[in-house]
């Protein structure tokens, strides 16, 4: 099992930027493929982004492909966010989630196990 707590979000006007970071526990994070996901209000929860157990492979949500880069470092036991160029559309509860499949490409909320508490951001105009 692993626990993930979110952090990094906050209130920032649009174009800035924002960093979130999901601090896993336990020994295996690296067994892990991690996402990041958002809900805002009124709205089912989205895949933003994902990145395999190594790092090696990254994958995004077309609404936020070249603005948002996801990265992990696994000696951390930490995987992060870097969110650019930001709208208010992006305004959501960001959560951090891990998938301990073997497949670790996973966009679907049902396919990880594991989720955090999430974290604000918001975005004004």
């Known amino acids: 099992q692993v626990q993930l707590v979110e952090s990094g979000g906050g209130l920032v006007q649009a174009g800035g930027s924002l960093r979130l970071s999901c601090a896993a526990s336990?020994?295996?994070?690296?067994?892990?493929?991690m996402g990041w996901f958002r809900q805002a209000p009124g709205a089912e929860r989205e895949f933003v982004a994902g990145i395999s157990r190594s790092g090696g492979y990254t994958f995004y949500a077309d609404s936020v492909k070249g603005r948002f880069t996801i990265s992990r470092d696994n000696a951390k036991n930490t995987v992060y966010l870097q969110m650019n160029s930001l709208k208010p559309e992006d305004t959501a509860v960001y959560y951090c989630a891990a998938d301990r499949s073997p497949i670790g490409t996973n966009r679907q909320v049902r396919s990880y196990d594991y989720w955090g508490q999430g974290t604000q951001v918001t975005v004004s105009s």
């Open positions: 336990g020994r295996t994070f690296s067994s892990y493929a």
